[in-house]
C-alpha cells in the first residue's frame, strides 16, 4: 500500500486462506480495492520450499499477475467511496420468556461475530449501568483504539464486554486498567498473527487480595470468578471491539492458549520474600496495578517451566541455570516467575533483592537486567516459569477511579 | 349458576387445551463492537499499458517461500519480457516495517510497478 501511495502500481500474492485477511487489512488501512492474486493455499505451504517446486503455482498466477498491473483501474478502485461512520445502536431481542430470549441474543450475537462462544450474560442499559458504578471515570472515556480495526475503546463499550464476561463491578477498574496496558504497547500483532500469540495479565497490590483473585496453586487456571472474568472480559473487549474473527482477520492457527480467559491471575505477593514487582518498577506498595504482556503459543516463545514441582528436586542454581539456557534473545525481554519456595531458596543463597536475579541472569545471558521482569507466582509446590516477550508489549498501568474497593482508587 | 359449575369442567379442560400464549420478553442489549473512525481511503495508482520494458520491484515479507515464489516468477517474466528489469532487496521484516524507513520511497523511485509477495 505504500508502494501505491507513492504511485507505483502493483499486486500483492497471498495465500488463499489469508486473502480475506489480506483484503480486510487493506480496507483497515484505508485502501480497500488492492488488487491480490490468490496462491492456492492447498498447494502453497507443501510447494513453497524450492524455486522448482512452487514452479507450477508461479506459472498458474503469471497471467493474473499481469492483468493486475496493466488491465486499467475501475472508477471505483481509482477513487473509492469514503466510508461512513457506523454507529451502533442498541439491539433488541424478543424469546418466548427470558430464558428464549438470552439464547436468541447469543445466537444472533455469535453469527454477528460477537462473542467468545460461550454463553454470553445479556449487556441492558441496566447491567451496563451497573457495571459502570465500579468506577469514577466517564463512560465516554476513550482507553485506544484496538486493532485489527481500530475501533475505539471507551469506558462504556469495555463495560458492555465486562457484563457479557460475567465480571462483577468491582473488577472493572482491573479491566479499564488492562485494557489501557493494552492500547499503550504493541499488541496489533498478537491479534491476528498465525502464532497464535495469548496475553499475560498480572494483576499487583491490595486490590488483588480485595478481589479474591488467585494467586496460588492454579492460578493459571480456572474456578476463581475474578480471574477467569476480568480476562475474559479483556478477550471479549479486544475481539468485539477490535472487530476480529477467527479465519478472517485473526489468523491464530491452533487458537491461542486459555483463548477465553488469557493467563489472568495476581502475583502472590504474600509469599514473595522481594518486594512486589510492581514496587519494582517503581509504583507504591499500596497502589495496585496491572501489566499485560504478549507472549508466545505452543512454540518456542512460550513459557516454559525451569523446575519446582511436587515430583523432581531442584535447586535454586538449577533453576537459574534452566533460565540462562533458555533466555537466548538479546533484542527482547524476558519474564521470569519464580515459585514461592524457590524464591526463598535465592534468598537463602544471597539473592536477596530481585535486582541480583537480574544481575546474575543479565551476566549469564547478554539480555540488559531491566528487560527481565521478575515476578512470584503460583503456591508451594509450585513451578518456575521463564516466557520471552516483546519490550513494547510488556506494558504496566496502575489502577485508578475504583469506587467499590479500598484499593484502586 | 347451575349451568356455569355444571360447566366448569368443561371450561378447565379448554384452558388446559388451549394455554394462553407463553409472554413474550424482549432484551434491548447495547453493541459490544468498537465503534470504527474510517480513515480516509487512498484510491490505487494507474496501471502500465504493458510490462515490457518496465522496472519490475520484487518485493516480499521474509516470510519462508516468498524469495521462492518471486525466483520463479522472475524466471518466468523474464522469458516473456526479455527487455524488463527486475530488482530484489525490497522486503518488510515478518512482522514489522522495513528496517530502513525509506525503503519504500526508494523502491518507488526506482520502479515502475511492484510485485508484492506474502510468505504466510
Redesign the interface.
Known amino acids: 500500500?505504500?508502494?501505491?501511495?507513492?504511485?507505483?502500481?502493483?499486486?500483492?500474492?497471498?495465500?488463499s486462506q489469508?486473502l480475506t485477511d489480506?483484503r480486510s487489512a487493506a480496507a483497515d488501512?484505508?485502501?480497500?480495492?488492492?488488487?491480490t492474486v490468490a496462491?492456492p493455499s492447498d498447494k502453497?505451504?507443501r510447494f513453497?520450499?524450492?524455486?522448482d517446486?512452487?514452479?507450477p503455482?508461479?506459472?498458474a498466477?503469471?497471467d493474473p499477475?499481469?492483468k493486475a498491473?496493466?488491465?486499467?483501474?475501475t472508477a471505483q478502485?481509482?477513487?473509492?467511496?469514503?466510508?461512513?461512520?457506523?454507529?451502533?445502536?442498541?439491539?433488541?431481542?424478543?424469546?418466548?420468556?427470558?430464558a428464549?430470549?438470552?439464547e436468541k441474543?447469543n445466537e444472533l450475537?455469535l453469527k454477528n461475530h460477537?462473542g467468545d462462544g460461550l454463553p454470553l450474560v445479556?449487556?441492558?442499559?441496566e447491567a451496563?449501568d451497573a457495571m459502570l458504578k465500579g468506577t469514577s471515570r466517564s463512560r465516554d472515556e476513550v482507553i485506544g483504539?484496538?486493532p485489527m480495526?481500530?475501533?475505539?475503546?471507551t469506558v462504556?463499550?469495555i463495560a458492555?464486554?465486562a457484563v457479557?464476561a460475567g465480571a462483577k463491578p468491582e473488577y472493572f477498574p482491573v479491566i479499564l486498567t488492562a485494557m489501557e496496558a493494552f492500547c499503550a504497547g504493541e499488541f496489533w500483532?498478537m491479534m491476528g498473527?498465525?502464532g497464535s500469540f495469548t496475553l499475560i495479565i498480572m494483576v499487583n497490590g491490595p486490590i488483588a487480595k480485595e478481589i479474591d483473585m488467585n494467586s496460588e496453586i492454579g492460578f493459571l487456571g480456572d474456578c476463581w470468578r475474578a480471574n477467569s472474568t476480568i480476562g475474559r472480559s479483556v478477550r471479549?473487549?479486544t475481539r468485539?471491539?477490535?472487530?476480529t474473527w477467527p479465519a478472517e482477520n485473526d489468523?491464530a492457527l491452533v487458537g491461542r492458549p486459555s483463548a477465553h480467559t488469557f493467563f489472568t491471575f495476581a502475583e502472590n505477593e504474600a509469599m514473595n520474600p522481594w518486594e512486589p514487582y510492581h514496587v519494582s518498577m517503581g509504583y507504591k506498595k499500596e497502589d495496585s496495578t496491572v501489566t499485560v504482556t504478549k507472549v508466545g503459543s505452543y512454540f518456542g516463545a512460550s513459557g516454559q517451566t525451569v523446575g519446582g514441582g511436587a515430583v523432581a528436586t531442584w535447586t535454586a542454581q538449577s533453576i537459574l541455570d534452566g533460565m540462562a539456557g533458555l533466555a537466548k534473545s538479546k533484542g527482547g525481554g524476558y519474564y521470569t516467575w519464580f515459585h514461592p519456595e524457590a524464591a526463598q531458596a535465592l534468598v537463602d543463597a544471597g539473592f536477596t533483592s530481585r535486582s541480583k536475579i537480574q544481575e546474575w541472569l543479565s551476566g549469564k545471558t547478554g539480555v540488559l537486567p531491566r528487560n527481565i521482569s521478575v515476578a512470584v507466582t503460583g503456591g508451594v509446590p509450585g513451578y518456575s516459569m521463564i516466557w520471552g516477550y516483546e519490550l513494547d508489549s510488556h506494558v504496566t498501568k496502575k489502577i485508578r477511579g475504583a469506587t467499590l474497593t479500598r484499593a484502586g482508587r | 349458576m347451575n349451568v356455569l359449575i355444571r360447566f366448569l369442567p368443561v371450561f378447565a379442560l379448554m384452558v388446559n387445551l388451549f394455554p394462553a400464549a407463553a409472554a413474550q420478553t424482549t432484551l434491548e442489549v447495547l453493541n459490544p463492537m468498537g465503534v470504527i473512525d474510517p480513515p480516509k481511503t487512498y484510491g490505487l495508482s494507474p496501471r502500465v499499458a504493458d510490462l515490457a520494458g518496465k522496472r519490475i520491484a520484487l518485493m516480499h515479507n521474509n516470510k519462508p517461500g516468498a524469495s521462492n515464489l518471486l525466483d520463479a516468477l522472475e524466471t518466468l517474466l523474464k522469458a516473456r519480457y526479455p527487455g524488463a528489469s527486475f530488482s530484489r532487496g525490497y522486503q518488510t521484516q515478518p512482522v514489522q516495517p522495513p528496517k530502513d524507513p525509506d525503503m519504500y520511497k526508494k523502491a518507488a523511485a526506482a520502479s515502475d510497478v511492484f510485485i508484492f509477495a506474502m510468505g504466510d
Open positions: 500500500m505504500q508502494m501505491e501511495k507513492l504511485g507505483v502500481p502493483g499486486v500483492l500474492l497471498v495465500s489469508f489480506a488501512w484505508a485502501m480497500p480495492g488492492i488488487r496462491i502453497w505451504y513453497r520450499g524450492t524455486m517446486e512452487v514452479r503455482l508461479a506459472e498466477a503469471l499477475i499481469i498491473l496493466t488491465a486499467p483501474l478502485e481509482a477513487k473509492p467511496p469514503q466510508q461512513a461512520k457506523v454507529e451502533l445502536p442498541p439491539i433488541k431481542i424478543t424469546g418466548a420468556g427470558y428464549d430470549a438470552v441474543m450475537f460477537m445479556p449487556p441492558t442499559r451496563v483504539k484496538i480495526k481500530f475501533g475505539i475503546a462504556e463499550k458492555i464486554n457479557m500483532h498473527s498465525s471479549l473487549a468485539n471491539i477490535g472487530h489468523m
